[in-house]
């Protein structure tokens, strides 16, 4: 079983297919991957229209059960507001997780209302994902201080440091409380990140779906074709992103 | 340009980056590289060093290479490298390595500790300006080595060519395709930059603007090579994968 843990419902899907995740499915379908981790876009560059993109994400969920994880978005900037965005998403859209892009959300991950975030989500058990690998907000130090400081959340490294601070990640990740999406090095890097990580807090991700361009194939298969031995790579297909979600 | 060709027609092919020798994590042997070349239909391939030899001793690293491409003289071609912190000795060695036939000069700010359009590196571009040797340099490391901080070289120097290494990525993707229309003579080079990606920057740029790279052993270089013929159309293929480098190498002389 393949889950693809780093895709998004682009800005081109929705404008185009309004909701319907069937032609998004099809591209799962192609290359045989079960169910995927769904981001949104629109909600990461448009503070204004991110609810809006979290009740699609969550819509989309709803007409595709077990295939997507919908993962939804709030801004720290609005204080309170992102507080009770973040709380929506939980109890009334039931959203998997969440996904943070800090430099393109343009927020600290110093926020005083992300630590709240980062300690709600502790609280009610749902794992947070970053876009990683980039100064000055999004690095993967600072992802793993905040790690630090809240013990009880789960934190996923969503680019396992892009391809020039996949080094730091590793680094990051040898907290227990910290996950890394291969999704961004290079094939030896991702070698050497499943020989250093622990194996079973990895998880492999394509970040598909912001143009209708088929990326899928090719980062999948620079996985598929590393030195990984079989049974690791069936761990963290397959395996892994569902423990994500195992709290118990 | 001359039209290199086999018999058969096919334009040659060549990959723009791959790295020989030990590093702390890897090590592609000579033959290693030949067969995966083999494997992948690529004819020729520039050779580059690894991290700590760009890093420091230079020379060993330029003899190295240049050995290397005399062993096998129809596929390797020899690159060269400096440290510019070593200042006037990295301009005679630079001198030394092109008087010795190294056909492109690189840079790798990240390694080497320098700002990409640092004036450190000015005396290099100096002499390279009485020269057709095209500059290769790496990307996409943040505020060290970032395709305008090319594009600023490539202003400043006219008559050099430059090739920003893997397109600025990750990051700095947004910058690709006006960085490389910003100036005649910068083109870009596919290896990171994922070939859907690259492929986007084609379109929008024209294929005499890109050079294949897979920068093996980083990367898979039968894998990538693989891959990029997928992704790119086919009538781009002959510049993109040969055509565009050879020029670039071809005016110095033929290879």
């Known amino acids: 079983m393949i889950v ?27 290359h045989k991957i079960a169910s995927t981790y769904l981001m949104g876009f629109l909600n990461l560059i448009r503070q204004d229209l991110s609810p809006q993109d979290n009740d699609t994400l969550a819509n989309l969920a709803k007409q595709a059960p077990n295939r997507i994880f919908p993962l939804a978005t709030t801004w720290p900037q609005l204080g309170e ?62 992802i793993g201080a905040l790690a630090s400081r809240f013990p009880k959340t789960r934190f996923v490294l969503g680019h396992a440091g892009l391809l020039w601070t996949w080094r730091s990640a590793i ?66 297909l397959g395996v892994n992103p569902m423990r994500l979600l195992d709290y118990s | 340009m001359s039209d290199v060709r086999e018999p058969s027609g096919r334009r040659v092919t060549i990959d723009g980056y791959c790295t020989i020798g030990v590093d702390r994590e890897f090590n592609l042997t000579e033959s290693a590289l030949l067969e995966a070349m083999d494997r ?18 230079n020379r060993e690293a330029n003899e190295s290479i ?20 070593f200042g006037t000795a990295a301009v005679a060695e630079l001198e030394r390595a092109l008087g ?53 070289l490539a202003e400043r120097y006219p008559s050099v060519d430059f090739i920003i290494g893997h397109c600025g990525a990750t990051d700095f993707w947004n910058d690709a395709i006006e960085a490389g229309s910003s100036a005649a003579n910068i083109y870009l080079d596919a290896s990171f930059s ?44 002959d510049d993109l994968f040969g055509g565009n480098l050879l020029s670039l190498l071809e005016k110095e002389g033929s290879l």
């Open chain 1, 171 to 236: 680094l990051a990740a040898q907290r227990k409380n910290v996950w890394i999406c291969l999704c961004g090095p290079h094939a030896r890097a991702i070698e050497l990140i499943c020989e250093r990580v622990a194996p079973d807090r990895i998880l492999w991700g394509s970040d598909w779906g912001p143009r209708f361009t088929d990326d899928i194939e090719y980062r999948l298969n620079l996985f598929l074709k590393t030195k990984v031995p079989s049974k690791l790579q069936e761990l963290i």
């Open chain 1, 4 to 30: 693809d843990c780093h895709a998004h419902w682009g800005m081109v899907w929705e404008e185009r297919d309004h909701g319907n995740p069937s032609k998004f499915l099809e591209i799962l379908d192609r």
């Open chain 1, 81 to 142: 507001g992102a507080i009770r965005e973040f709380i929506r998403c939980v109890e009334d859209l039931k959203v998997t997780g969440f996904k943070f892009h800090p430099w393109m959300q343009g927020f600290s991950l110093t926020d005083p209302t992300f630590a709240k975030i980062c300690g709600l989500a502790g609280e009610l058990q749902v794992p947070i994902f970053f876009h990683d690998g980039t100064p000055c907000y999004s690095l993967p130090e600072q």
């Open chain 2, 66 to 85: 240049r050995a290397a491409s005399l062993r096998h003289r129809k596929r390797f071609i020899p690159s060269c490298s400096v440290n510019p912190w």
């Open chain 2, 40 to 57: 992948a239909g690529v004819d020729w391939a520039v050779i580059a060093p690894t991290d700590r030899m760009f890093a420091v001793e």
């Open chain 2, 100 to 152: 010795e036939g190294a056909r492109v000069f690189l840079l790798h700010p990240f390694v080497q500790g320098f700002l990409a359009n640092d004036e450190l590196i000015f005396p290099l571009l100096d002499l390279l300006q009485t020269r057709k040797i095209p500059v290769y340099i790496h990307t996409g490391q943040p505020g060290n080595s970032t395709p305008f901080q090319v594009v600023d």
């Open chain 2, 194 to 237: 994922r070939p859907f990606h690259f492929a986007r920057y084609i379109e929008s740029l024209g294929k005499k603007k890109g050079i294949m790279g897979s920068a093996a052993p980083l990367n898979d270089l039968v894998f990538e090579w693989e891959q990029i013929r997928k992704y790119l159309p086919v009538e781009t293929h």
